[in-house]
């Protein structure tokens, strides 16, 4: 049972990575060459539709990792797990407090109505949002070296 819960939690996790990694490095750098406001119009779609998906996914790997710390707390590899879990609680906490209130201005936003500083205020959560990248892809990789 504990090797399903194993495999189950690092594709979770794992998927979870892969869509934070291609929002940056594939999504992002092809929304900011369109033309036009086309860009900022795709931003804010994403932003509310990964707005509406991420916190469930985030929140769901964090539980499943905090499981598996406890269902495996005498296996080997519990403590690469344990920082799994706290590099998830950071990226968590990161999301709260810098992203989100970002993602939450951003995801409304039209040509007409959005601010002055809107490219700043995206370059923002985009640089915060590649410290988050590299806060999952840590969780990521001590997860799967615990549980392989």
């Known amino acids: 049972m504990l090797s399903a819960l194993d495999v189950f939690t690092i594709v979770v996790v794992g998927t979870m990575v892969g869509v934070e990694f291609s929002v940056a490095f594939v999504m992002n750098p092809i929304l900011n060459a369109l033309p036009g406001d086309a860009g900022q119009l795709g931003h804010a779609h994403g932003?509310?539709?990964?707005?509406?998906?991420?916190?469930?996914?985030?929140?769901?790997?964090?539980?499943?990792?905090?499981?598996?710390?406890?269902?495996?707390?005498?296996?080997?590899?519990?403590?690469?797990v344990v920082t799994?879990?706290?590099?998830?609680?950071?990226?968590?906490?990161?999301?709260?407090?810098?992203?989100?209130?970002?993602?939450?201005?951003?995801?409304?936003?039209?040509?007409?109505?959005?601010?002055?500083?809107?490219?700043?205020?995206?370059?923002?959560?985009?640089?915060?949002?590649?410290?988050?990248?590299a806060v999952i892809i840590g969780a990521f990789v001590l997860l799967a070296a615990a549980l392989t």
């Open 47 to 80: 932003g509310r539709m990964l707005g509406a998906v991420m916190p469930v996914w985030y929140i769901g790997s964090l539980v499943l990792v905090a499981i598996r710390a406890v269902a495996g707390w005498h296996h080997q590899g519990t403590g690469l």
């Open 84 to 133: 799994a879990a706290a590099l998830l609680i950071l990226s968590v906490v990161m999301s709260l407090l810098l992203l989100v209130p970002i993602n939450n201005r951003g995801k409304t936003w039209t040509p007409e109505n959005r601010p002055a500083d809107w490219k700043e205020q995206l370059n923002r959560w985009t640089r915060w949002h590649y410290v988050r990248v």
